[in-house]
């Protein structure tokens, strides 16, 4: 999966939120507002999908199918954050 056009917006902390992140998967799907929140226990960052509430319901907007495809993702925009 190529995973190019990663655009990081860094935020002043809060409760863990430290940035937003967009970023283009094979350069023909964009992905964008997926948080950015530091990890509790271990170094790096975990990202949270975005989500629509609908009656009292959150409803995924997008996501990674699998956890592998969620780590390959993590990675790169981790590895980008640190930059």
């Not at 992140?21 to 990890?39: D, H, K, P, T, Y």
């Amino acid at each position: 999966m190529k995973i190019s056009n990663i655009k990081i917006n860094k935020i002043v902390p809060s409760k863990g939120l430290v940035g937003f992140v967009s970023f283009l998967i094979e350069n023909e799907f964009f992905v964008g507002n997926i948080a950015i929140f530091q990890r509790l226990h271990k170094e790096g960052c975990r990202l949270v999908f975005p989500e629509k509430k609908v009656n009292d319901k959150k409803i995924p907007i997008c996501y990674p199918i699998n956890k592998e495809t969620y780590f390959e993702i993590e990675k790169i925009i981790n590895e980008e954050f640190n930059k």
